[in-house]
């Protein structure tokens, strides 16, 4: 049986829907029946990736998520309506729904094949980019911010490849199949990245934010709003306002995000002592920076440490 076989074989959930024509949830202890969020906690359980065959012949009431989902057509047409607009998918189109987006499903047909599949949120963070890429930026973690908060409509062959890959080794395992999905996954987030990343110099339409996120990126342990509008030429309130307007965050965030960056970068590939690299990035306040990165990463330093070894 090949995969297109088994996901097009009916399950309970679909012969109860084909029979009724109305939706039934996979999680009885929902209380709504509609505008419903569904919670991490139901798709990860010692997973850093769940997929899931979208249900047949009922919609798939309004609802939205704590994580990211890509839907991705293996045969037919879906139609989703997204933040009221209606979006129709084609075969081999994806469309990356981030959290907290209101999203519906319209009744999928028998030659209808969707699969759903769930990230954590972090998964589309600069931090765990960072683990494949070993880039440490802001630049990197300020334009994935700004694509995480809309979805994201494509049709890509290698993309199409990936996602079949991860669904055959996920629904049909063999020896392997985990360690086989975290390279596609890999692969997968490599190749999305790579599309989304030409976008993100039109939305930079001034070169003075150039400036800014490289100058803040070269000099982050010790720089100052003064030093940075020195740099731009530009006034200390004019700076100030354009980094607010333009990126969506300030000046001290943008820094201490760098900040955190480069400690991850440094507990990822050196064995400096924590207290050492708290040092290095500018940061004097060991509780304070213990705080910020248990916030950024939802871990400790240490625990991250230990992480970025068992992965390596």
Do not use: C, W
Request: glycine share 2%; charged share 20%.
């Amino acid at each position: 049986m090949d995969i297109l076989q088994l996901l097009s074989t009916l399950d309970p959930i679909e012969i109860h829907q084909k029979k009724t024509k109305q939706f039934l949830t996979e999680f009885p202890d929902n209380e709504n029946t509609t505008n419903f969020r569904l919670p991490s906690h139901l798709f990860f359980k010692h997973k850093s990736v769940s997929l899931s065959k979208h249900h047949r012949f009922a919609k798939y009431p309004t609802h939205s998520h704590e994580f990211v989902e890509i839907n991705y057509i293996f045969s037919g047409t879906v139609t989703e309506i997204i933040n009221g607009e209606r979006v129709i998918l084609k075969k081999k189109d994806f469309i990356l729904i981030p959290p907290k987006i209101a999203h519906e499903i319209l009744p999928l047909s028998e030659k209808d094949i969707m699969i759903n599949l769930m990230f954590p949120l972090h998964s589309f963070s600069a931090q765990d980019v960072s683990y494949m890429i070993n880039d440490s930026s802001i630049t990197l973690d300020l334009f994935i911010k700004r694509n995480a908060t809309k979805p994201v409509h494509l049709n890509d062959t290698k993309i199409s490849q990936y996602i079949e890959s991860i669904a055959t080794e996920y629904f049909l395992p063999e020896k392997f199949s985990n360690e086989m999905i975290h390279h596609y996954v890999s692969l997968l987030f490599f190749q999305l990245f790579r599309l989304l990343h030409d976008n993100l110099l039109p939305e930079i339409k001034e070169q003075i934010l150039t400036t800014v996120l490289h100058t803040i990126e070269e000099n982050f342990a010790s720089i100052t709003l003064q030093d940075l509008s020195q740099k731009t030429g530009y006034s200390y309130s004019y700076t100030s306002n354009l980094i607010k307007k333009e990126l969506h965050s300030t000046f001290s965030e943008i820094v201490l995000n760098q900040k955190l960056l480069h400690a991850a970068d440094l507990l990822r590939n050196t064995n400096l002592p924590i207290d050492s690299i708290i040092m290095q990035v500018g940061l004097n306040n060991k509780t304070y920076f213990y705080k910020k990165f248990k916030s950024y990463y939802d871990t400790t330093p240490k625990a991250y440490r230990k992480m970025a070894d068992y992965k390596n």
